[in-house]
Each structure stands twice: as C-alpha cells, then as structure tokens.
C-alpha cells in the first residue's frame, strides 16, 4: 500500500490540473462563441461576392482572361497549411499536418512541393520536411479581413508570376465544437464553374462585364483565404474546448480513484495501529 | 429604396434610405429610386448616404455626418449591385 503522504499530495496535483482544464475550457468556449460570431457575420459578405462572380461568369463569352483562371501544368506545388500558434487542443494541427505529408506524397509525388504555414504548431514541424515560402504566425493575434487580405496577396503574386502553378490550402473546416473536418481546397487557379444559372439578369456593367470579373476575382480570392483562417481559428477553439473537457473528465476520474486508494490506505493504517495497540495490552494483562 | 451595406466582418447598414451617392472608379455617381439594374466596381472614397436613417450604435463611428443630412462612410474599394430597388455595397 503507497504511503499516505504521496497519494494525499498526488491528490493535490491532479486537484489543480482539473482547476486549470476546466478553467480553459471555459475560456475556449467564450472564444469560441465569438468565432462563429463572426463566420456568421462575414457570410452576407461572401454569399453576394460568389453570387455577383457566378451570374458574371455564366454570361461572360469565352475566357474571363484572367492570369488566375490560367491552368497550367502542374509542376511547382504551394501548399498553405492553415494551423495554430498553440497546443493542447487534441488532434487539432496533428490533422492538418499529417494531411499536408500525405498529399505531399501522394498527390503531388513527383512534382516540387512548397509549403506556406499560418500558425506556429504547423510551421514547427513542417518546415522540417518541405521548403518554407513564408510563415505568418501573427495573424491569430488580429483575425481581420485586411491582414488576411495581405496574406492572399502575396500568393496570387506568386501565382501570377508563375513561381508556383498551384496553390491548395488545407485546414480544418468547422462542422462543429466537436468536430473538425481537415479540408483540402483549391486556392488558385480558380475554377470558371460554367453553370448556365438560364436567367442571366439584364444589368448595365459599368466599366465592362471582364472589367468587373478581374476585380472580382482577387476580391473573391481573398474572402476564400479569410473564410478558411477564420474557420480554422473557430475549430481551433472547438478542438481546444472537447480536449480540455475531456481532461478535466479524466482529471475527475483520476481524483476519484486516488481518493479510494487514500480512504483504503488510511483504514488499514488505522487497522493496524489498533491490533499493535490491543496486541500491548493482551502482552501487558498476559 | 433599400440599401444594404456590407463588409467581410459585418453587416454595416441596411434599411430604406432616399438615395445614394458613391464612389465608381471613374467618378462618383448617385442612385435613385427606380434606377436600371446596374453592377460596379467602386473605388477608394466616400459612400453618401441620403435620408433619414440610424445606424446601429456599434458601427456608429465608423460613420460621418456631411452636408445635407448626408451620411457619410468612407471605403478603400467595393462593389455595387442595384436591382429592383435593392441597392446592395459591397465594401472592404
């Protein structure tokens, strides 16, 4: 039987990881509220930019001409691995990781790969294995459009420059608090999706229709780049929220059975203290 | 006529307004009730917004008062659709 000391302060230790989870758990679950807040809130935004781009490029004739509509022979591969700065959220940048060396590998065999990591947990273990074309790990600190905007910049100049021919990112979608589906998703070159939407609306486009498509288009480019950083950010917070739920349960359990142990341990100290005792007194009246 | 107002992180303005101004990037130009269907790109300037409106208290200072009751919100580039009376901005 452990002695008593050890398994009181063991009693201790977990007490005070338990205080710890849960406390993070509360504090995931209030980040989390507000980052599906504002998904909610950037859809109006996203559902019109995609709306306006299909009715426009349904009744474009011929090829919008854009430099990112241009498919080209996939030789330079860039994938961006949207991850987070920090751990403890379970299988959360696991995921995106062994994702990112799977489609690596099999995917894009033969073809040069290269890697953009948001986040700091993807950038720590994929910069090992692939070539880093930059890192941005400051951006969770100030989810906004614009600084998502700027990132999104930088790849479509790398894409218009022909540095890559293929940007994909990967990422967890948000489905929800519990679960997280790892995403992989064409960035560039953007598919011109032909759907005869049949009612094509009598607008005046003022400049011109392929004017308005070439604005669109980086517009909607990066609402896409936005969209996934911020659903990402939202299941960082919901894998965060069940890991921590789940190790405060753990946590509970644990407490529970030392305590038994404890209870048990001390009943026989007891136990034997009073047979020593009544033993002395048998041995003093004998 | 109603107008909405739109950006990446929030839902600006929506609701019935008299008339808007905006910044098309080959010079301003203002809708009225009635107008053609139309789509344009804006450029950087102001969103002029004309009647009598209120805007929600969190999005408050990112508006101006102008001259003649205008109300005023200031875009670096956005989009504009108008059909069937709905004017919707699409602004960042």
Same mark, same amino acid.
């Given at each position: 039987?452990?002695?008593?000391? &050890?398994?009181?302060?063991?009693?201790?230790?977990?007490?005070?990881?338990?205080?710890?989870?849960?406390?993070?758990?509360?504090?995931?679950?209030?980040?989390?509220?507000?980052?599906?807040?504002?998904?909610?809130?950037?859809?109006?935004?996203? =559902?019109?930019?995609?709306?306006?781009?299909?009715?426009?490029?349904?009744?474009?004739?011929?090829?919008?001409?854009?430099?990112?509509?241009?498919?080209?022979?996939?030789?330079?591969?860039?994938?961006?691995?949207?991850?987070?700065?920090?751990?403890?959220?379970?299988?959360?940048?696991?995921?995106?990781?062994?994702?990112?060396?799977? /489609?690596?590998? !099999?995917?894009?065999?033969?073809?040069?790969?290269?890697?953009?990591?948001?986040?700091?947990?993807?950038? =720590?273990?994929?910069?090992?294995?692939?070539?880093?074309?930059?890192?941005?790990?400051?951006?969770?600190? =100030?989810?906004?459009?614009?600084?998502?905007?700027?990132?999104?910049?930088?790849?479509?100049?790398?894409?218009? !420059?022909?540095?890559?021919?293929?940007? /994909?990112?990967?990422?967890?979608?948000?489905?929800?608090?519990?679960?997280?589906?790892?995403?992989?998703? =064409?960035?560039?070159?953007?598919?011109?999706?032909?759907?005869?939407?049949?009612? +094509?609306?009598?607008y005046i486009f003022e400049p011109?229709?392929?004017e308005i498509?070439?604005t669109?288009?980086?517009?909607?480019?990066?609402?896409?780049?936005?969209?996934?950083?911020?659903?990402?950010?939202?299941? !960082?917070?919901? +894998?965060?929220?069940?890991?921590?739920?789940? +190790?405060?349960?753990?946590?509970?359990?644990?407490?529970? &059975?030392?305590?038994?142990?404890?209870?048990?341990?001390?009943?026989?100290?007891?136990?034997?203290?009073?047979?020593?005792?009544?033993?002395?007194?048998?041995?003093?009246?004998? | 006529?109603?107008?909405?107002?739109?950006?990446?992180?929030?839902?600006?303005?929506?609701?019935?307004?008299?008339?808007? +101004?905006v910044?098309g990037i080959d010079?301003?130009f203002?809708m009225?009730?009635?107008?053609?269907?139309i789509v344009s790109i804006l450029g950087?300037?102001?969103?002029?917004?004309?009647?009598?409106?209120?805007?929600?208290?969190?999005?408050?200072?990112?508006?101006?008062?102008?001259?003649?009751?205008?109300?005023?919100?200031?875009?670096?580039?956005g989009t504009i659709e108008m059909?069937?009376?709905?004017?919707?901005v699409?602004?960042?």
């Amino acid at each position: 039987m452990a002695n008593l000391k &050890e398994i009181r302060s063991r009693i201790t230790s977990v007490g005070s990881t338990m205080q710890i989870t849960s406390a993070m758990k509360m504090v995931s679950a209030a980040k989390l509220k507000k980052a599906q807040d504002a998904i909610t809130a950037m859809r109006p935004y996203a =559902d019109k930019l995609t709306e306006l781009l299909q009715n426009l490029s349904a009744t474009l004739e011929g090829d919008s001409g854009s430099v990112f509509a241009e498919q080209r022979e996939v030789n330079k591969v860039l994938i961006v691995a949207i991850t987070s700065n920090r751990g403890l959220c379970g299988a959360f940048n696991a995921n995106v990781i062994k994702e990112t060396q799977r /489609v690596a590998k !099999e995917a894009y065999a033969a073809k040069e790969v290269n890697v953009v990591t948001i986040g700091k947990k993807g950038n =720590d273990i994929l910069s090992k294995s692939f070539p880093v074309a930059f890192n941005n790990n400051d951006i969770f600190d =100030d989810l906004t459009f614009d600084n998502a905007a700027a990132i999104a910049e930088t790849l479509m100049q790398h894409y218009a !420059e022909g540095k890559y021919d293929k940007i /994909v990112l990967m990422y967890n979608s948000f489905k929800n608090a519990a679960t997280q589906i790892v995403k992989t998703e =064409d960035f560039l070159p953007i598919s011109t999706a032909q759907e005869n939407s049949g009612a +094509a609306m009598d607008y005046i486009f003022e400049p011109t229709k392929v004017e308005i498509v070439e604005t669109l288009i980086p517009k909607s480019l990066k609402t896409q780049l936005y969209k996934a950083i911020r659903d990402s950010f939202a299941s !960082e917070h919901g +894998a965060r929220m069940t890991a921590m739920h789940k +190790a405060t349960d753990n946590a509970a359990e644990l407490k529970a &059975e030392l305590t038994l142990t404890y209870n048990k341990a001390r009943q026989a100290a007891i136990t034997s203290e009073i047979l020593e005792i009544v033993g002395g007194a048998e041995a003093l009246n004998g | 006529m109603y107008l909405e107002i739109v950006t990446p992180e929030a839902t600006l303005f929506k609701g019935e307004v008299t008339s808007v +101004a905006v910044p098309g990037i080959d010079g301003e130009f203002q809708m009225l009730n009635n107008h053609a269907p139309i789509v344009s790109i804006l450029g950087e300037g102001k969103v002029k917004i004309y009647g009598d409106i209120t805007i929600e208290k969190q999005y408050a200072d990112r508006f101006t008062k102008g001259e003649k009751d205008a109300t005023i919100l200031a875009i670096n580039s956005g989009t504009i659709e108008m059909n069937d009376n709905k004017v919707i901005v699409l602004a960042d």
